[in-house]
């Protein structure tokens, strides 16, 4: 089943129409030239999508291959795939897990919607657009009825106190709120949670190749188990 929610959003004072949607082959060199703006050195330009992956995205999950349209130009995307995930085996490379961005590996039967990657404009972030493409995908999980979204977030700030802080000492100081971090800041206002730091997994100079494992679970797919 593809996605359509056209919204407003606002940057400022006047609201831009937008929509969000499924991308398309035609969508293919927009979406790289975003890649582009939004991943600048020294974050690896190898890692920045070729057309041979994003046609898989379209081709093996369609319905996790998202993008956000306003102003007559494409601004941001979203890409995910379905993995069968054990949150007792949950240390894992972003290589591994979303097969190099190839996602050949997507597991229909899967309970997990995994992250591949999310990326808006930089002229166009003031606008919370990632944040739509993230409830975005929020329903993908619910439509699916699968368990959970999940995915690894960088952790962009972490090289510059590395040599002061573990890198859990860092996600702790993120999450008492005495320290901000531009991608797990993000995801935690985006409501997704931490499960625990991911060494080596991803090449990546500004988080140490850190990454904080993030999920955001189905609501409906959960037991209350009481707490606040």
Not at 68 to 84: C, I, N, Q, W
Not at 150 to 169: C, S
Request: glycine share 8%; net charge negative; aromatic share 12%.
């Amino acid at each position: 089943m593809l996605y359509r929610k056209e919204f407003y959003a606002y940057g400022g004072d006047k609201p831009v129409k937008a929509v969000i949607r499924n991308y398309q082959k035609e969508d293919f060199s927009a979406l790289i030239d975003i890649q582009r703006e939004s991943f600048p050195p020294p974050f690896p330009s190898e890692l920045w999508w070729n057309e041979e992956q994003l046609t898989n995205h379209i081709t093996l999950f369609p319905e996790g291959a998202l993008c956000v349209e306003a102003e007559g130009r494409l601004v941001g995307s979203m890409t995910g795939l379905m993995v069968d995930f054990d949150p007792a085996h949950a240390e894992h490379t972003w290589e591994e897990i979303t097969d190099h961005g190839y996602i050949r590996n997507h597991q229909p039967q899967g309970n997990t919607l995994y992250v591949v990657d999310i990326c808006v404009r930089p002229s166009y972030r003031a606008y919370g657009f990632g944040k739509w493409l993230m409830q975005s995908m929020y329903d993908v999980v619910i439509q699916k009825g699968l368990t959970r979204l999940l995915g690894g977030g960088r952790m962009p700030g972490y090289g510059k106190v590395a040599d002061q802080l573990t890198p859990e000492q860092y996600l702790d100081e993120v999450l008492q709120g005495t320290r901000k971090d531009p991608v797990i800041s993000f995801l935690l206002r985006c409501g997704r949670t931490p499960l625990q730091v991911v060494p080596n997994y991803l090449e990546d100079e500004e988080s140490h190749n850190y990454a904080v494992l993030m999920e955001w679970k189905n609501p409906f797919r959960h037991k209350h188990t009481g707490g606040l």
